[in-house]
């Protein structure tokens, strides 16, 4: 399973049960990443993928496949890490205030660098991709 | 009787009675509408005796854009109350939650749906007070933010430290901020705020909020009242609330308290005057009152950068480098000389003379 969430510079993924912040191209760079691999989501990220085609499932860490993509936003992975092969971290490259952060050490889990992609999204001057497998 | 007399007398009923429901009718028509005289705050003005938030019953005025149809009502509406006594100490923590983090916005400010500003007037000691907005793309800047320092807010010091990054202390912090209102040199909207009560308390909620409005084109309430203690020129501190308008604060919503303090850095509030703490790590800072921009060679690292390796400040997207990171705004960060030149930027008109 390859697992995708977005983090600011304090590795902060959310704040009071809502998003640091979202970007339309970041969806759109998600979704060319996929290149027609299974997208999954649960429900409160369905939003944010409106315009594209993926599935919502609300228990959609447990129902990925190998080579599904799950977007995390508000899920903690650490407890189906096992199972994931490749991390795909955004960077929005700035500070949000965060009550929710990603805190696991990937490297000493075995993930390599493999990736790293800069773009500039619709609300944010500089978005970094990286691709970590393991 | 007779039927004449009768028919007369019953016209005359009939006719009197129609005067008054008329009359009774202006009268509603008149004395039905709300006293703009009797700000709603004033009715609800209960503040303990620790409790001190400047011009909680300050008349507000409005700057650009106008309100086309909601009535603006006043900023301190909403009955936010905050006792600083029940502010936990500061403890390298830029901000807490304040009522658990749900903003306390009143049911008519939670009408807006068209951009709004407010500033309160400056206090007879010349203190901000709450500035409330309802913002959107219109209230967003279009240009790069122009000069503030004309602006001296109160207990306002130009002073330096090694420990404080940027080495400015205080800085005239925007309570709504310029990436949000688009505004300037307005000195109702400017405080005295340490480096880290900018960067690191207000401005990740502002970023939050920009980049909300910026995809989605929605509505945001936001008001921020700076909260100081009995006569201090210096605020302790400023609450900031937020809440999403179209979709009922599922996007943005929060209530936090961000600290004006400055980690290894003492500071009296009454007067704006400081001293490094005694357990600052920085212990070789030194404190000077800036007059003009220090030499390279007076900086204390010893890395030999190359040539053209200098830091300047740049922002997300901003034409010009800036030499100075307070002239670059709250926005800009570091890059080096040589990458603000490959960028295609040219040097700040200002602090690149």
């Known amino acids: 399973m390859i697992a995708a969430l977005c983090l600011d510079d304090n590795n902060g993924m959310m704040f009071n049960h809502r998003r640091q912040s979202r970007d339309s191209r970041l969806i759109a760079n998600l979704v060319d990443f996929a290149s027609g691999r299974r997208i999954l989501v649960n429900d409160f990220s369905a939003e944010l993928f409106a315009e594209y085609r993926v599935c919502v499932d609300t228990d959609f860490l447990k129902s990925a496949g190998c080579d599904d993509i799950c977007f995390v936003e508000n899920e903690d992975i650490s407890s189906c890490l096992d199972r994931v092969h490749t991390l795909v971290i955004y960077r929005w490259n700035r500070k949000y205030p965060s009550d929710k952060r990603f805190n696991l050490d990937i490297v000493n889990l075995g993930y390599k660098l493999s990736e790293v992609t800069e773009f500039s999204g619709t609300s944010h001057d500089r978005i970094t991709r990286e691709v970590y497998i393991r | 009787m007779s039927r004449r007399a009768k028919k007369r007398k019953n016209l005359l009923i009939v006719a009197l009675s129609f005067t008054a429901v008329l009359l009774i009718c202006i009268g509603v028509g008149i004395y039905g509408e709300k006293s703009p005289s009797v700000p709603e705050s004033a009715l609800s003005s209960e503040y303990t005796t620790e409790q001190i938030i400047t011009q909680t019953t300050a008349a507000v005025t409005e700057t650009k854009p106008q309100p086309t149809t909601v009535k603006p ?87 330096r430290y090694d420990c404080v990054d940027g080495k400015y202390l205080y800085n005239r912090c925007h309570l709504i901020g310029y990436q949000l209102s688009a505004e300037n040199a307005n000195e109702r909207n400017l405080i005295t705020g340490t480096r880290y009560l900018n960067v690191e308390g207000m401005l990740p909620f502002e970023n939050m909020v920009a980049d909300y409005i910026r995809e989605t084109s929605n509505h945001v309430l936001y008001k921020v009242t700076p909260v100081y203690s009995g006569k201090n020129l210096v605020a302790s501190g400023v609450q900031m609330q937020a809440w999403s308008v179209e979709d009922k604060g599922s996007g943005i919503s929060f209530n936090v308290y961000c600290y004006n303090s400055q980690p290894g850095v003492k500071i009296n509030y009454s007067n704006g005057e400081s001293a490094l703490s005694g357990g600052a790590q920085g212990t070789t800072a030194k404190k000077s009152t800036y007059k003009k921009k220090p030499a390279v060679k007076s900086k204390v690292t010893k890395v030999v950068k190359p040539k053209n390796s200098r830091t300047v400040y740049r922002t997300p997207s901003g034409k010009r480098y800036h030499y100075s990171s307070t002239c670059g705004g709250k926005n800009s960060y570091e890059v080096s000389l040589d990458e603000a030149k490959k960028s295609g930027l040219t040097p700040c008109m200002k602090c690149g003379k």
């Open chain 2, 73 to 159: 009502t006043n900023p301190t509406a909403g009955k936010s109350k905050l006792n600083l006594g029940s502010i936990p100490k500061f403890k390298n923590s830029p901000y807490v939650e304040v009522n658990g983090n749900v903003p306390q916005f009143s049911a008519s400010e939670k009408k807006h749906r068209t951009a709004y500003e407010s500033y309160s007037p400056l206090d007879s000691l010349g203190r901000c007070g709450t500035a409330f907005a309802c913002l959107c793309r219109e209230t967003m800047p279009t240009e790069e933010r122009g000069a503030i320092g004309s602006v001296r807010p109160s207990g306002w010091h130009t002073v």
